[in-house]
């Protein structure tokens, strides 16, 4: 379990405009605490302890504590930067290396320009949950990155990416195998294979893996009854929604959102 307590997180944007940098063309830092920086951009190279690391387009940086990195100018980068008890996350980051690819960076950004608003606001629950839910996204996109890399070919790689990409796009909606396939340039029953070959599941489960879990998110951070939430996470009734949520996390969707609050108030949760 991870115990959050002794952990501080900040978030903001290094823009190269505003810093005091004269006409240098490298800056180098010293990195103090664990970061996850998103370059905008196209994909550049930074040096890292003398190692040279792809980012910018759809690869963050990950650094650690003494991490020695120089940024070619000029550079905006949004950052996550953490201090304190930092061991429920460690493990993640060092996994990480210094960076992997991340598509859909632009919706990881928006985590972390929410973390800087709820810091700016004083909301340390709003914070602390936006960094959640970007650690969850990161290590979601980490774990497909890697499934893609085991794939036979550039092509059937690409193929993958293209359709993950459509199906997070609208995963919330009618989204059929016809449809995916059309996006990742690839027929229904090719990409079928391929999909399931690379992620160890088919599209249709990814789908219903994702419902799911937007749907656990929004019952846990939303105030939403279980109506709103089946329709906006993609179920086509209420009815569907409870059976598929109680059959897959032995809950209904209610108690599921009570046993979060009893969590957090030190109790089980569990219906008496």
Not at 69 to 80: F, G, N
Not at 100 to 115: E, H, L, N, S, W
Not at 153 to 169: E, F, H, M, N, P
Not at 246 to 262: C, D, E, I, S, V
């Amino acid at each position: 379990m991870m115990n959050l307590t002794e952990l501080e997180c900040t978030a903001g944007l290094f823009d190269s405009r505003y810093a005091t940098l004269g006409r240098r063309a490298v800056v180098s830092l010293t990195a103090s605490a664990y970061e996850i920086a998103f370059f905008e951009g196209e994909e550049r190279v930074v040096w890292v302890n003398d190692e040279s690391v792809r980012v910018g387009g759809e690869r963050v940086l990950c650094l650690r504590p003494g991490d020695v990195c120089r940024l070619p100018l000029p550079c905006r980068a949004y950052y996550v930067r953490m201090t304190g008890d930092v061991a429920c996350v460690k493990q993640q980051i060092e996994a990480w290396g210094y960076g992997f690819a991340c598509p859909g960076q632009d919706t990881m950004i928006t985590y972390v320009k929410q973390i800087a608003e709820a810091e700016a606001a004083g909301d340390d629950c709003r914070k602390l949950a936006g960094f959640l839910v970007l650690m969850s996204q990161l290590r979601d996109q980490w774990e497909t990155e890697r499934g893609i890399a085991a794939g036979t070919s550039a092509k059937t790689q690409q193929a993958v990416r293209l359709g993950l990409q459509y199906i997070r796009d609208h995963f919330r909606e009618k989204c059929t195998l016809k449809e995916i396939a059309a996006a990742s340039g690839r027929s229904p029953i090719y990409f079928h294979d391929v999909f399931k070959e690379t992620m160890g599941i088919t599209p249709n489960e990814y789908i219903a893996q994702l419902r799911l879990e937007e749907a656990q998110r929004q019952l846990a951070l939303t105030d939403l009854d279980p109506a709103q939430i089946a329709k906006q996470c993609g179920y086509c009734s209420q009815s569907y929604f409870n059976f598929v949520f109680k059959k897959t996390t032995g809950m209904t969707p209610l108690h599921f959102r009570r046993a979060q609050a009893a969590r957090y108030l030190g109790g089980d949760g569990r219906e008496e």
